[in-house]
């Protein structure tokens, strides 16, 4: 691979073959030089990575700040961390990090207070930390336990089972599952799980999937006899997922097309062999299944509540005149989540992107708010009807947060465990401001750095956002932001529509033709933070990943005056081909389909990939990527990356693609290779934004 100069007195990137490719999609022709670099398994495509890693690496290596940064990353991520525990059989499991593991462990203990043995430790799977647990279920007594294994951060997971007792496998080994749990029956004697057929070979990272399963696995048998319990061979994008209820009696089957807001519920009687019930099939609304009472099923749904409420439907009387309300909707504040435990309902509120929960009867009347340690994001609330208590965990930007044991008869809640971080989270502040977004839509932001910082447009800032699916932005704790806010930087996040956070009516306002709506939330509080003399263009960097990391890239490509730095991670950056591969045709109903004419339109409007336009001056960009990732295919980042830095002016700053080997798109990433990728992020963004070390 031969290279030409870009910048020559920076940097030399690696010249990329261009290709006549042409497509007419809606009678407009589209040019698509990079095509080749989709081809993930061709000997070219990796020379390519292997050539734009060389440049990355040498300029990120010689970064003054990078080995400093690196080294506060590992002092601050040394920190003992403990999960949620919860019980099976009268045993204890919790996940558990003794700091710098690369994978938390899943320990077991007699009690609470006993000492804990290591059950599962992925660590010991692989040599580079790679394999992760993907999830986890022990069967109801507390005997067994199947788990899944993720190699290389992919969505392909393989399902084991253990014998907690003795600590060894058995031989049932099921292959090729994929967006599954694992719910075993009442008995142990198997258990439900989904998968879709096997890949043609060398097509597992990129191959579309279509035909997914709901199977039942018996213990003792080989995967090749499992039975296939419910699938829709008209219906190749159908999704299942399999629940069996507490008292054993139901298999709660929900049906979903890709990240679609709306779903399907149905159900079937363990016993006998019974047809599967179509109890909920217009696909009219969201139905999260809660709980039973015997032939009554409780529902979180948004029909005709968009910030959801709680419906009892009896399923001897299904008609939807005899659906009752448990709890009713509270406008403009959402119902994140509903759990059981103890003869209680609790319910999970988020009032502007904040936490706020209240317990209730079954039946539905209100009991109690419970206390909060303060403003954050608050989870858990599950466990058995038998339970006396429950536990919750509590975090927010600057705590790295605690877990509480609530003592369900009296509502007192005392800490179990509180991780305990070199970090002294009193030195920084967190305020919540409204801006108005270019239609005049009042947005809420976060905004968290050091007490007593100068307004004066000099502070160093990255705005963060995501935007889409229905995915609420939280405040939470990270080592990495901490990192950030301690060399001085301040940290912003917008809860942007296409989001959660008011409910259907706020992420409908962020889809498909709808989705410019979401960029122009992002430039809207770049802007706020530029008036409000927070930072400067010079001193104001963009990050998001996935979804987000189509944010950076269409904000990048409209306003690229904007910002000095952008860093979009493993982003969707081609939105004329994001259909073709794995599960991107399931992210239609956010994004619209270059089927539809006017969504083709909207798509091309944004389109990172497409927008880049030569000659112009983009912000210092470090795109990153992994080769494992069959999410969001490394093709994107690869094409938007080579052609940023074909556009780029001349004089321009570095457009630098990192791409990471033997990760996926970022679920089970190994912590050594997490914090290498912080380091470098961050030692990127002190040089674009001029940041000053202490």
Not at 35 to 52: C, G, H, I
Not at 266 to 275: L, N, Q, S
Not at 584 to 602: H, I, M, Q, R, T
């Amino acid at each position: 691979m031969t290279a030409s100069t870009l910048a020559a007195d920076v940097l030399t990137y690696p010249q990329t073959r261009k290709e006549d490719v042409v497509d007419t999609l809606h009678g407009v022709k589209i040019a698509d030089p990079y095509r080749w670099l989709e081809d993930d398994n061709s000997e070219e495509t990796k020379a390519w990575v292997k050539a734009q890693n060389e440049v990355t690496f040498g300029y990120l290596e010689k970064l003054p700040r990078r080995e400093a940064i690196q080294k506060r990353l590992k002092e601050l991520w040394n920190y003992e961390r403990v999960g949620m525990p919860f019980e099976r059989g009268g045993r204890w499991f919790y996940s558990h990090n003794t700091g710098l593991q690369n994978q938390a462990v899943l320990k077991t203990a007699e009690s609470l207070e006993g000492e804990a043995r290591v059950l599962l430790d992925p660590n010991a799977m692989s040599k580079e930390g790679t394999t992760s647990l993907s999830d986890y279920e022990p069967s109801e007594d507390g005997k067994l336990i199947a788990y899944s294994v993720s190699e290389a951060g992919s969505d392909w997971t393989t399902i084991r089972v253990r014998d907690i007792a003795s600590g060894r496998d058995l031989d049932d080994v099921v292959k090729w599952v994929k967006f599954s749990g694992v719910s075993w029956l009442k008995d142990g004697s198997g258990f439900f799980y989904s998968r879709y057929d096997e890949p043609k070979p060398g097509a597992a990272l990129t191959a579309k999937n279509e035909f997914h399963k709901l199977c039942f696995h018996k213990l003792g048998t080989p995967q090749s006899e499992d039975k296939v319990v419910y699938e829709r061979k008209d219906e190749p994008k159908w999704g299942f997922g399999g629940h069996v209820t507490e008292d054993g009696d139901y298999l709660i089957i929900q049906v979903w097309l890709g990240t679609e807001p709306k779903n399907r519920v149905f159900y079937k009687k363990i016993a006998g062999d019974e047809a599967v019930v179509e109890l909920l099939n217009d696909n009219d609304a969201r139905y999260s299944f809660i709980d039973n009472d015997g032939p009554v099923f409780y529902f979180r749904t948004d029909l005709n509540a968009p910030c959801f409420q709680v419906i009892a439907i009896d399923t001897r009387k299904p008609q939807r005149g005899n659906w009752r309300i448990v709890v009713p909707e509270v406008p403009k504040v959402l119902l994140e989540g509903v759990s059981t435990v103890g003869g209680w309902m609790f319910c999970e509120y988020l009032r502007d992107a904040k936490t706020e929960v209240k317990g209730y009867e079954m039946a539905g009347t209100e009991v109690r708010d419970v206390n909060l340690p303060g403003i954050g994001s608050a989870g858990g609330f599950g466990g058995h009807r038998k339970d006396t208590s429950t536990f919750f965990s509590f975090t927010s930007f600057t705590e790295p947060g605690a877990i509480y044991r609530m003592d369900l008869k009296t509502g007192e809640s005392r800490l179990w465990r509180k991780l305990e971080v070199k970090f002294d989270g009193s030195a920084f502040e967190t305020k919540q401001v409204f801006y108005n977004s270019k239609d005049g839509t009042k947005v809420p932001m976060f905004i968290v750095h050091k007490k007593g910082i100068k307004l004066d447009g000099s502070n160093p800032t990255l705005l963060y956002g995501y935007g889409g699916f229905n995915i609420n932005m939280t405040p939470g704790f990270s080592v990495s932001r901490t990192v950030w806010l301690e060399m001085g930087g301040v940290f912003a996040m917008p809860n942007l529509r296409g989001g959660g956070e008011y409910g259907r009516e706020w992420h409908l306002a962020g889809v498909k033709l709808g989705k410019q709506n979401v960029f122009d939330d992002f430039i809207a509080a770049a802007e706020w933070l530029i008036t409000n003399k927070y930072t400067t263009s010079a001193k104001l960097s963009i990050q998001g990943g996935s979804n987000g990391g189509l944010l950076v890239g269409a904000c990048m490509t409209q306003r690229p005056d904007l910002y000095a730095a952008a860093l979009p991670a493993v982003g969707v950056l081609d939105m004329l081909r994001f259909e073709k591969f794995t599960i991107g045709w399931g992210w239609k109903s956010d994004y619209g389909s270059v089927e539809n004419e006017l969504e083709f339109k909207a798509l091309l409007s944004y389109s990172p990939y497409h927008n880049l336009k030569p000659g112009t001056r983009y912000p210092a960009t470090l795109v990153t990527t992994s080769d494992h990732d069959d999410r969001v295919v490394p093709a994107h980042s690869f094409k938007f990356g080579t052609r940023l830095q074909e556009c780029q002016a001349k004089d321009g700053p570095p457009t630098l693609i990192r791409i990471e080997t033997s990760a996926g798109h970022g679920a089970g990433t190994a912590l050594n290779k997490t914090i290498e990728k912080v380091a470098d992020e961050w030692a990127f963004l002190a040089k674009a934004l001029e940041m000053k070390a202490d």
